[in-house]
């Protein structure tokens, strides 16, 4: 389930878990003069899992690089940051599923800090868009097919997911 740099460890998700995952380590590019994981980075973590994600519902690399490509383009981000990121931390960043429209995806992210204890580093959310390229190369939004909302359906956080199936956009 996680693609990683020759630096990251693999594994696969938690037995059990409910979330799709990847895990890194906070490297000297990451940091800012103070130390600390810059703040985008955190985006750059969960935009990873997105994609591997989107890889499990049948979304490969080459159909997103195709000139009638697909993809899951982000059109909403959010982050709350609770405490630093700092060099060498090993991380794991997680997703859920907490909302399906009829082409969109909400995702909520957690990115913790794992150790003898995990510590809560930050939260995000995502609202992203299954689109794919007309002959004209516009982006057109087409609804989640039965594999895609299947696959998504595992991930489902706690508590359920919201229907939006409710505008043409999403």
């Given at each position: 389930m996680a693609?990683?740099?020759s630096?990251?460890?693999q594994r696969p998700p938690t037995a059990g878990s409910r979330w799709v995952s990847t895990r890194t380590t906070v490297r000297w590019g990451d940091c800012d003069p103070a130390g600390?994981?810059?703040?985008?980075?955190f985006f750059e973590w969960m935009d990873?899992?997105?994609h591997l994600l989107a890889r499990e519902m049948g979304v490969s690399a080459d159909d997103m690089l195709a000139p009638s490509s697909i993809g899951f383009p982000l059109v909403g981000a959010q982050a709350e940051f609770l405490a630093p990121a700092r060099l060498d931390d090993e991380l794991e960043i997680r997703a859920w599923v907490t909302g399906l429209g009829r082409s969109s995806l909400e995702l909520r992210h957690e990115i913790v800090r794992l150790g003898d204890s995990e510590v809560l580093l930050a939260r995000g959310?995502?609202?992203r868009v299954l689109v794919q390229r007309d002959g004209g190369g516009e982006m057109r939004a087409r609804p989640l097919t039965a594999r895609m909302r299947s696959t998504l359906e595992r991930y489902a956080a706690p508590g359920g997911l919201s229907d939006r199936r409710d505008t043409a956009q999403t």
């Amino acid at each position: 389930m996680a693609s990683h740099s020759s630096a990251e460890s693999q594994r696969p998700p938690t037995a059990g878990s409910r979330w799709v995952s990847t895990r890194t380590t906070v490297r000297w590019g990451d940091c800012d003069p103070a130390g600390i994981a810059f703040y985008p980075h955190f985006f750059e973590w969960m935009d990873q899992v997105s994609h591997l994600l989107a890889r499990e519902m049948g979304v490969s690399a080459d159909d997103m690089l195709a000139p009638s490509s697909i993809g899951f383009p982000l059109v909403g981000a959010q982050a709350e940051f609770l405490a630093p990121a700092r060099l060498d931390d090993e991380l794991e960043i997680r997703a859920w599923v907490t909302g399906l429209g009829r082409s969109s995806l909400e995702l909520r992210h957690e990115i913790v800090r794992l150790g003898d204890s995990e510590v809560l580093l930050a939260r995000g959310r995502e609202t992203r868009v299954l689109v794919q390229r007309d002959g004209g190369g516009e982006m057109r939004a087409r609804p989640l097919t039965a594999r895609m909302r299947s696959t998504l359906e595992r991930y489902a956080a706690p508590g359920g997911l919201s229907d939006r199936r409710d505008t043409a956009q999403t």
